[in-house]
T-cell receptor, first 112, second 115 residues
Framework: GNSVTQMEGPVTLSEEAFLTINCTYTATGYPSLFWYVQYPGEGLQLLLKATKADDKGSNKGFEATYRKETTSFHLEKGSVQVSDSAVYFC???????????FGKGTKLSVKP | KAGVTQTPRYLIKTRGQQVTLSCSPI?????VSWYQQTPGQGLQFLFEYFSETQRNKGNFPGRFSGRQFSNSRSEMNVSTLELGDSALYLC???FGAGGPGETQYFGPGTRLLVL
């Protein structure tokens, strides 16, 4: 089917640790891919995106590369901060305007 | 530029009632999408409006409906509320004509509790 699968959380890291959140997708073709972040009590904010294969999206130290061979879009950050504690959602374009298909979300907690 | 705003932020209703939620998109954005977020099902697409027309619809029953006004503001309505409708309802706006890579900007959501 058409879906997005991301690693189960929660993920707990110490400050300055390396972060990887895995995301894979199934789709016909090569849809645009997104990472959104949701802080407590807030809506979703776009973190980064990639619109074609081999594109790398980056923002605020986060990176993700669109890998068509492995149908993946893993999120990485070299050194996390306490302020990165949030829920991270991987998403792909759903095939019709305005429609995003989201993964279940991964909760990240960063301890000082 | 002001972001996407949603009102009200919190609502408590009882089963069988109906509810109307409102969304004001970012100025200049003509597309508004609605999503339901629950712990069990995650984020699910409800529908999308562009220039007062519903262009796309997710897999939800007919109790869920919406509309868009000429100023791009949108409302969604849920009739005959059920306990399972308790959720965070998110609205997102975009320019609407940019294709599959277009970014959606989300509001803070309306949290609905059905008792």
């Amino acid at each position: 089917g058409n879906s997005v699968t991301q690693m189960e959380g929660p993920v707990t890291l110490s400050e300055e640790a390396f972060l990887t959140i895995n995301c894979t997708y199934t789709a016909t073709g090569y849809p645009s891919l997104f990472w959104y972040v949701q802080y407590p009590g807030e809506g979703l904010q776009l973190l980064l995106k990639a619109t074609k294969a081999d594109d790398k999206g980056s923002n605020k130290g986060f990176e993700a590369t669109y890998r068509k061979e492995t149908t993946s879009f893993h999120l990485e950050k070299g050194s996390v901060q306490v302020s990165d504690s949030a829920v991270y959602f991987c998403a792909r374009y759903g095939g019709s305007q305005g429609n995003l298909i989201f993964g279940k979300g991964t909760k990240l907690s960063v301890k000082p | 530029k002001a972001g996407v705003t949603q009102t009200p932020r919190y609502l408590i209703k009882t089963r069988g009632q109906q509810v109307t939620l409102s969304c004001s998109p970012i100025s200049g954005h003509r597309s508004v999408s609605w999503y339901q977020q629950t712990p069990g099902q995650g984020l699910q697409f409800l529908f999308e409006y562009f220039s007062e027309t519903q262009r796309n619809k997710g897999n939800f029953p007919g109790r869920f409906s919406g509309r868009q006004f000429s100023n791009s503001r949108s409302e969604m309505n849920v009739s005959t509320l059920e306990l399972g409708d308790s959720a965070l309802y998110l609205c997102a706006s975009s320019f609407g004509a940019g294709g599959p890579g277009e970014t959606q900007y989300f509001g803070p959501g309306t949290r609905l509790l059905v008792l």
